[in-house]
């Protein structure tokens, strides 16, 4: 076979099953709803506020219970050790009381 | 029209020749292309997925959570603040809740122990996430101990288990009954370890959150909303690992185009020459060269982009568990729910793509536009 | 007339120190279907006359007509067609682009025209077969024999059928019997109504009765023509 005819062929091959990943993404989406659905009822269920990406730390398994200074607990100096807090930023943003000031309503769109 | 894509086909012959001359190291470029767009890919899978998932299972998390903090510490949470809690106008539902951490000596791991609302373990016996359970290599039916707070080990049963696909929320569970959890935290019967607080009205929110932060000076009251945007900011390519990870692929896909956009050698130049001798015109040089450039980027940048889909969907991010795990013993499978961003593919795409061709073709323009007679002599 | 030139005066690296008057005041004309010799020693200009010949690149000042149509202003798309209708170089170091086969080197000059690539692919082989290289079609160039490098290079001059062969000293690398060889190829050519032009110093090819006209060249000026 020419080589541009083989070379188009296999490129199209390989687009072709690239645009099957959004295919099988949406086929496999649906397979694994009834799972979403079981771990939507854990959390309600459970009171769950954090999924589990890493248990190394409670800041970093509880990223939105940890405040700013949970890492510093075990000392105030300590340095970061664990892995993981270099890719999860620990606690929401803001938060309401305990020294931080009564922030103003946020008007929610 | 024909004959248009003829020329295409006759120039992507030559182009296919002229790569295939220098077989190896054209086979080594583009498989460090390859490698890049599946290290981005993967990533930009892998974490686009887990905030999707985040997000769509976290709306179900507590509207507020209460929790005391005494000189920046978490600290229990009486009883007493309940009743102060549950008369605020607004508020629909209101528990305290009891939970914490616990290391085990045995494997080195942590464990998330809850105790739930209803349906609570019987004493003696505990529900185990996947995750616990292939630290521990449990079975039903086996026993695992556990140190109380007072010095006793208290021998708790594995009844049952968490079904392996829920394991992003609940593979480092163990549920246990109230009264196991105070015997092996030590806490005391009238204190719990923070609030979850449920609102009739949506719009309410923050202002019942106002005047729990009033009324419980030393509380820190978390919205849900923080809970959802806490989960948005993982994986932000600020944090140090993802910098890393994308400093390196850029490094390499510069050194990569770099190569191509140092110019031509000799050789190369030469042959530029002999072509528009025998009869190419400029643009046919250059699309011969969009063509070189488009070959290994494209073959590159879908076989890249079909490798991460697998490593991530099916393979659940294998070559990230190392990374991921860090110093920790437990760490869930992940058997993400493939979410995908077609806009950040298409980003990749272009971000990958178009710099290398362009690379291609600029360094080749001054070469092509040379008289043909520079060959005669 | 097939070619005329008409006071052609060619300057390189203009306006720089190394500025380079290469020909001047060329009148000259190329008659079809005759064999054209044009001679003169190395640095004579006659690289530059062929060059200038084979629209491979435009005079300073003058003009160049190519069957009555002037070509020396065209723009380069346009200039490089003619090109490729008109004439089919044969280069001194032969120029085939190494790495590739020799059936491949022969339908370079014909992939920009979109032919559709089965047909390309057949006149190729006949050209090759003609010139009994057809064995070594798919060899790649490097495997070439001295002789058969220049066949080659010959059947890749014919592949878009031009009117006009144009050589650069094409025996100037070559063994006398090589050398005659090539001389006979080009009066087979001359039969089938071919026009020839060659530039060279070699006696074989100048002295050779296949020859109609020889050109004199020196320091870059048209000085006489010998027959």
Known sequence: MRRSHSFLFCLGLLAGLCGLIFVHASLRRQAMKPGLLEKERLVRELGLTDICLSTEANYTRHLTQADFTTAFQDHPLSLEHFPSGTWIRPGPRSGYGNGQGIRPAKKHP | MAKGFDRQKNILDFTLSSLLRRKWKNLALASVYTLVVFLLASVMFFSYAIKREASILLANAPEITVQRLLAGRHSPVPLAYLDRIKDIAGVQAIRGRLWGYYFDPVVGANYTLVVPESGAPENGTIRVGAGVARARSLLAGDMIEFKTAAGDILELEAREFFSADSELVSSDLVLLSADDFLAISGGAADMVTDIAVGVRNPRELATVAEKIAARLPDTRVILREEILRTYDAVFNWRGGLLVIILAGAMLAFIILAWEKASGLGPEERREIGILKAIGWETSDVLLMKFWEGMAVSLSSFFFGLLLAYIHVFTAGSGLFAPVLKGWSVLLPEFRLVPYIDAAQVAALFFLTVVPYSVATIIPAWRASIVDPDSVMR | ?227
Not at chain 3, 65 to 85: A, D, K, M, Y
Not at chain 3, 179 to 188: G, S, V
């Open chain 3, 1 to 227: 007339m097939l070619i005329e030139l008409r006071d052609v005066r060619k300057v390189f690296h203009q306006g720089k120190p190394n500025e380079f008057v290469a020909v001047q005041g060329v009148n000259l004309w190329i008659e079809a279907c005759r064999a054209t010799v044009i001679k003169g020693p190395s640095g004579s200009g006659k690289t530059t006359l062929l060059s200038l010949v084979g629209c491979m690149t435009r005079p300073t000042s003058g003009r160049i007509e190519i069957l009555g149509r002037e070509v020396s202003s065209l723009p380069e798309r346009f200039l490089t067609g003619v090109r490729r209708e008109t004439f089919g170089f044969i280069f001194q170091h032969f120029n085939l682009v190494k790495g590739i086969t020799a059936l491949e080197n022969v339908m370079l000059p014909a992939y920009p025209s979109g032919e559709n690539h089965a047909a390309l692919k057949r006149r190729a082989l006949d050209l090759l077969d003609h010139f009994a290289v057809a064995a070594k079609a798919q060899s790649k160039v490097e495997k070439l024999s001295g002789g058969e490098a220049q066949r080659v290079t010959i059947a890749r001059a014919l592949i878009n059928d031009p009117f006009v062969i144009v050589a650069d000293e094409p025996t100037a690398h070559l063994d006398t019997r090589l050398a005659q060889e090539f001389m006979e190829t080009m009066a087979r050519l001359k039969e089938q109504r071919k026009t020839i032009l060659i530039a060279s110093h070699d006696p074989i090819v100048c002295d050779s009765p296949i020859v109609d006209r020889v050109v004199l060249i020196r320091d870059g000026r048209v000085e006489g023509e010998a027959r």
